[in-house]
């Protein structure tokens, strides 16, 4: 059974998330198959550090990137047509007529980039720097592995030492 995350533990990995971000993110850690505090720590991590703490959906700038309409959006940072007209296929969205049903749409979407990247692999094995590059790819930059290493870091110790962890 996947972890559950409760608020609290949330804010103790991610202080700067909102509350709402507790139930998007749970159906997330379902969908991946997120059973153990490694594989919790590192999805909850990676998607942290790449939405700004849970707090941005889409990049500020977006509509006036080249790659616009199809820019940046979700905690996974779904980005160009060729990654939006995937997702649309796997996910039966109409995500190339609709980009903004990425944001709609955001838990599945992030479920289904994790589960297509395989990257519970990295999880099973603590590669934070080898799982953010597959994320992230050309944006890794050194301060995006130190942020992403910490909410690892943190995000372990609160899952493997929490008495909280609920089975969803």
């Not at 060729?82 to 955001?106: F, G, I, M, T």
Request: net charge neutral.
């Amino acid at each position: 059974m996947a972890i559950s995350l409760t608020p609290s533990q949330l804010k103790s990995i991610c202080p700067h998330a909102p509350a709402s971000a507790v139930l998007p993110l749970n159906v997330v850690l379902a969908l991946t198959d997120s059973t153990t505090s490694l594989r919790g720590a590192m999805l909850v991590a990676q998607l942290a550090a790449a939405s700004q703490g849970f707090r941005q959906l889409e990049e500020p700038d977006g509509w006036s990137r080249p790659m616009a309409p199809y820019f940046a959006r979700g905690w996974v940072r779904l980005t160009g047509r060729k990654q939006y007209r995937e997702a649309s296929a796997a996910l039966d969205l109409e995500l190339l007529a609709h980009p903004e049903l990425v944001a709609v749409h955001n838990a599945e979407v992030a479920a289904w980039v994790w589960n297509a990247r395989q990257l519970h692999l990295y999880s099973d094995a603590g590669d934070v720097g080898g799982c953010t590059r597959a994320l992230a790819g050309a944006a890794v930059t050194p301060e995006r592995l130190a942020l992403t290493r910490a909410l690892y870091d943190r995000g372990c110790t609160v899952l493997a030492g929490s008495h909280q962890l609920l089975a969803a």
